[in-house]
């Protein structure tokens, strides 16, 4: 019995032995397990914290590559607009408007640089660009007479003087580079200088008020092509504008010669004219079958000369219609009997005329004068030919009125019924600016010279 009891108990130690043995082992394989499952829940979260990384990467390339090639096309169309647009301020408006879009910024413009009284450099805001519910501040004074160095910006401005980018974010700037920042809602900048001939002109600007931006060596390289084009626009319009008054300087002194001699022969020809006139006056007092001949003559001499002579009277050889037709009727009275009566109207300003047409000018309103006159005479020894004259600043109207009637089918302007006066006045009526009618009312002809611009010159 107790022998038994002995076996027994032996082989209950077993029996627990060997349980311990597999419990040990099954909690073993437990913890192995355990680890297992750890490990890998581990990997998984770091697998899904490196693929979330790798799509924001992607995401953030593909943004950067959009705005390369948006800010590309945009320099292209700036480029495009480079011959049409009306002056480098236009140009300037448009890449503005393109760039902001393009570039994805809050804010671009451009500033100029100048020198303040004192020889210190200043920069001062001319143009503005913001997206939509950023505040500009174009009218922001601090933007305006900008001092580079009081302002704390020299290493901008140094940087800037040679050629370089700035770049800026305002958790990485100095602290007037901060406080500035700050003041305009900057998180980050990028500044492009404008050189022009050389010379440090301005620079573009492009902020980003809503994140710290990083940009890209190719986002930098496009924006300075966009600032070249506008550089050379401005170079262009600088140059253009230095040749326009060159050429001015240059015409004004050949006009001032030109000026000088013109009067010292127009002085000359007057007095020969003058002499040429005493000459035929003293044939026609000796043969009365010519003097009418000579009459004409003489008229059309003295219109000459009095144009030649009002030349000579003014420094640049204006024309003035009042100053001429009061000499030519001064002349055409020494040569009739009949009395010439001059009356004028409203006169707004003095009416110049146009220096190349004066000569064809006078001897037109002498033709017409002359033709007046020899129609009174053979119609009322007594009769009197009226001269009126007014102008504005539009027009000279000129009436000269006689007693008499026109020819049966007379036409002036298909010269019917003209005489040799009246044919003279037509070839000589300047093509443009000037209109002469004839036209019957009652016992009278109205002959009306009309001058408009371009013969006319308002003062």
């Not at 033709?371 to 027009?395: F, G, R, T, Y």
């Not at 040799?420 to 009618?437: D, W």
Request: net charge negative; glycine share 6%; charged share 25%.
């Amino acid at each position: 019995m107790t022998d038994d009891c002995e076996l027994d108990r032996q082989q209950l130690l077993k029996e627990i032995r060997c349980l311990n043995a597999e419990n040990l082992i099954l909690k073993n394989m437990h913890d192995y397990v355990q680890t297992t499952l750890d490990k890998r829940t581990e990997n998984i979260a770091e697998l899904s914290v490196i693929i979330q990384q790798g799509i924001q990467q992607r995401m953030q390339m593909e943004d950067e590559i959009l705005r390369h090639r948006n800010i590309l096309i945009s320099v292209a169309e700036i480029a495009q607009n480079f011959l049409m647009a009306r002056g480098w301020q236009e140009l300037v408006e448009i890449a503005l408007a393109l760039l902001e879009r393009a570039a994805c910024v809050s804010r671009v413009y451009l500033f100029k640089n100048h020198l303040s009284a004192e020889g210190k450099p200043l920069c001062s805001q001319l143009f503005e660009k913001c997206a939509i519910d950023i505040i500009p501040q174009i009218n922001n004074l601090s933007c305006q007479n900008f001092d580079w160095l009081q302002g704390g910006l020299q290493d901008w401005y140094r940087e800037l003087s040679k050629g370089e980018v700035v770049v800026r974010k305002r958790s990485e700037c100095s602290e007037n580079e901060s406080k500035m920042q700050a003041a305009q809602q900057i998180l980050s900048v990028l500044v492009v200088p404008l050189f022009i001939k050389g010379k440090f002109w301005g620079f573009m600007g492009f902020d980003d008020c809503l994140a710290e931006r990083n940009w890209t060596d190719s986002e930098i390289a496009a924006l300075k092509s966009a600032v070249v084009v506008i550089a050379a626009a401005i170079e262009r319009e600088q140059s253009e504008t230095a040749l326009r008054e060159y050429e001015k300087m240059k015409l004004e002194g050949a006009e001032k010669q030109r000026d000088d001699l013109v009067r010292e022969v127009h002085h000359r020809i007057k007095n020969h004219l003058h002499g040429l006139s005493g000459l035929l006056r003293q044939r026609r007092n000796k043969k009365n079958d010519v003097h009418l001949i000579i009459d004409e003559a003489l008229t059309q001499i003295d219109s000459i000369a009095v144009v030649y002579g009002l030349q000579s009277a003014h420094p640049n050889g204006q024309i003035y219609f009042g100053q001429m037709i009061n000499a030519i009727i001064n002349s055409v009275a020494n040569l009739t009997t009949l009395s010439i009566v001059e009356t004028r109207g409203a006169e707004v300003g003095t009416c110049e005329v146009e220096r190349s047409k004066a000569v064809a000018l006078a001897l037109v309103v002498n033709e017409i004068i002359m033709n007046a006159i020899k129609h009174s005479q053979s119609a009322n020894e007594n009769a009197v030919v009226k001269v009126h004259h007014e102008h504005n600043a539009q027009q000279i109207i000129l009436s000269i009125t006689n007693s008499g009637k026109l020819p049966e089918g007379f036409d002036f302007q298909s010269e019917t019924g003209l005489g040799i006066g009246l044919e003279l006045a037509k070839s000589m009526l300047p093509g443009k600016g000037a209109k002469l009618t004839l036209e019957n009312k009652g016992e009278e002809v109205i002959a009306k010279l009309i001058i408009r611009e371009p013969l006319l010159i308002q003062v």
